[in-house]
């Protein structure tokens, strides 16, 4: 019997230091030495203190600032750990009231904007952390920024042209506008200075 449970303990053993402890020592050593910023979750860092992660959304909802995404994580919106959407089928009357609530939010935060709503400001991602939204939805929001902010709307468009990311290697995928990038161009250095209520997490 001795001759068959100590070679399997043995084994067992080593299989558990080499899977368990240097398989992954070494994956996140080498992913800190390549990739420092991806390895430590693309944190976002304003004035020495991470205001987020440019991989994660956030809920903004002052009319000064750039709406993103809706979020269907629980129990609140861009839950991190609880990743997720509605899986509400496209008749689920429970879908449809929510994107109507939604449109009407965004109508009435902006009244004289009569344009299309971007079908990504009134529904949520797959994941319900998508930070990003489309150029399209970003235009949409930029006569409201403007307005509440007092800045010239050529400005503010001038942020959202600068904050567009092209597809990566120029095909894959869609051009996109990272929400919390171009709010915190908005805010500028003010942000560090005077945290908000409804500004990036902290």
């Excluded at 002052?62 to 509605?86: C, E, I, L, M, V």
């Excluded at 529904?123 to 007092?150: F, H």
């Amino acid at each position: 019997m001795n001759n068959i449970v100590r070679p399997a303990l043995v084994l067992f053993a080593l299989l558990g230091a080499l899977t368990g402890l240097v398989y992954p020592l070494a994956v996140t050593g080498a992913a800190k030495a390549l990739f420092p910023s991806q390895a430590a979750g693309s944190l976002v860092v304003q004035g020495g203190t991470a205001v987020g992660s440019s991989l994660i959304g956030q809920n903004f909802s002052d009319p000064k600032h750039f709406w993103g995404r809706p979020s269907a994580t629980a129990p609140q919106p861009y839950n991190a750990s609880a990743s997720g959407g509605s899986n509400l089928g496209p008749l689920n009357p429970a879908l449809a009231d929510a994107v109507k609530a939604r449109v009407e939010a965004l109508r009435a935060a902006d009244p004289g904007n009569t344009a299309p709503v971007p079908v990504d400001l009134v529904t949520a991602s797959a994941s319900g952390l998508d930070p990003d939204i489309s150029p399209a939805a970003a235009q949409y929001q930029a006569a409201r920024v403007a307005r509440v902010r007092g800045m010239p709307a050529e400005q503010v468009n001038a942020l959202i042209a600068g904050n567009t990311q092209a597809p990566l290697w120029g095909f894959l995928g869609e051009p996109r506008v990272n929400v919390l990038a171009l709010n915190l161009a908005l805010d500028g250095p003010a942000l560090a200075a005077a945290p908000q209520q409804d500004g990036p997490m902290r």
